[in-house]
């Protein structure tokens, strides 16, 4: 069964870093492209970041860009995203999501849980 | 204001059918597949329609999609208060070289 689970939230203040983690089993984690989608409180889904299979290519959307970096360890089945200068607006429930092929235009399959992200003073 | 364009909501009675629009360009839903993701409430989402118009394993026929152009439709029939949920669309946008929403559909079954 292929599993993701995410780590790493919290309650940060604004302009402060965090770094979320996805952990992975079930699946040739190397194979795939990976996402992480975030959800506001009561909104919907908004893109954030993509990387491919091999970690060569990395995406992200306008609104993070600059401040959030995504990574991955292949040997640690292992996908982070590392978030700095943090805003109010950065606030949501972050997804790792799994996609169907080496690169992320292939669309997503597989949604972690999520973590809890919350930038409060 | 999300790039796919959805029905904030829709309606309709237990056994009915109903159907969700996602509207785009060309530079996302007429470039490239679309997929349907289900969001119930309080769950994580889950993929409910990959390549315009593949199911899962598991999801049943009761649900569709299809897609013309620089639109796509999800279809659900023999409609269940267990379908009450968020349903979005998503594709990636070559333009913008990401991943692309729309702004999600809320479903009530009556």
């Known amino acids: 069964e292929v599993q993701l689970v995410e780590s790493g939230g919290g309650l940060v203040q604004p302009g402060g870093s965090l770094r979320l983690s996805c952990s992975a089993s079930?699946?040739?984690?190397?194979?795939?492209?990976l996402d992480w989608v975030r959800q506001a409180p009561g909104k919907g889904l908004e893109y954030v970041s993509a990387?491919?299979?091999?970690?060569?290519?990395?995406y992200y959307a306008d609104s993070v860009k600059g401040r959030f970096t995504i990574s991955r360890d292949n040997s640690k089945n292992t996908l982070y995203l590392q978030m700095s200068s943090l805003r109010p607006e950065d606030t949501a429930v972050y997804y790792c999501?799994?996609?169907?092929?080496?690169?992320?235009?292939?669309?997503?399959?597989?949604w972690g849980q999520g973590t809890t992200v919350a930038v409060s003073s | 204001q999300s790039v796919l364009t959805q029905p904030p909501s829709v309606s309709a009675a237990p056994g009915q059918k109903v159907t969700i629009s996602c509207s785009g360009s060309?530079?996302?839903?007429?470039?490239?597949?679309v997929s349907w993701y289900q969001q119930l409430p309080g769950t994580a989402p889950k993929l409910l329609i990959y390549?315009?118009?593949k199911r899962p394993s598991g999801i049943p026929d009761r649900f569709s999609g299809s897609k013309s152009g620089t639109s796509a439709t999800l279809g659900i029939t023999g409609l269940q208060t267990g379908d009450e949920a968020d349903y979005y669309c998503?594709?990636?946008?070559?333009?913008?070289?990401?991943?692309?929403f729309g702004g999600g559909t809320k479903l009530t079954v009556l």
């Open positions: 990387i491919s299979s091999n970690g060569g290519s990395t």
């Open positions: 390549d315009n118009d």
């Open positions: 079930g699946f040739t984690f190397s194979g795939y492209a």
């Open positions: 060309s530079s996302n839903i007429g470039n490239t597949y």
């Open positions: 998503g594709t990636w946008d070559s333009s913008l070289s990401a991943g692309v």
């Open positions: 999501v799994k996609c169907s092929g080496v690169v992320p235009v292939y669309g997503m399959d597989v």
